[in-house]
């Protein structure tokens, strides 16, 4: 009967004692929209505020919090991924960097995008977007937005 318990016991407590993989990272929902109010008073004079989270061999992770329009941008050797955290923004996205200058090695930056397709992002929406391919964030005055990068290194 002892050998028993003490089996049962081991096989109960293993998840306790299993350590989680190198790498291996959760960012609570309401942790990631907390990060809202503690970015809003770092924001800069382009009203926008981030903070890296993690980085990854070839990707990291940051959170982003604005409440004005961001610079189009568009990154020669990195894909973005977008994940809305809180708040609601038009994505552009596509077409031509107006005024593109080089601000940073493969980072090409200007006032605005001409041609692009406008997207309306919501709460849990979710945006993949391609290397070398322009975006601007465009926020509606007095709604801030809130949301989660991943930046990933593409060959």
Do not use: C
Request: glycine share 12%; charged share 20%; aromatic share 6%.
């Amino acid at each position: 009967m002892t050998k028993r318990l003490m089996a049962v016991a081991f096989v109960a407590a293993g998840p306790l004692l299993a350590a989680e993989p190198p790498g291996f990272v959760v960012w609570p929902d309401a942790d990631l929209k907390a990060y809202g109010r503690k970015l809003a008073p770092k924001m800069d004079a382009g009203k926008v505020a981030s903070e890296r989270l993690t980085s990854f061999g070839n990707h990291l992770t940051m959170i982003a919090h604005r409440e004005g329009d961001g610079e189009a941008e568009l990154h020669e050797g990195q894909a973005d991924y977008f994940v809305v955290q809180r708040g609601a923004a038009t994505l552009v996205v596509g077409g031509e960097v107006v005024g593109g200058r080089t601000t940073a090695p493969g980072e090409v930056r200007g006032p605005s995008i001409k041609d692009g397709a406008r997207r309306a992002l919501a709460v849990g929406d979710i945006v993949h977007i391609p290397a070398k391919t322009p975006h601007q964030l465009l926020i509606t005055p007095g709604k801030p937005f809130t949301y989660f990068v991943i930046k990933v290194d593409t060959p």
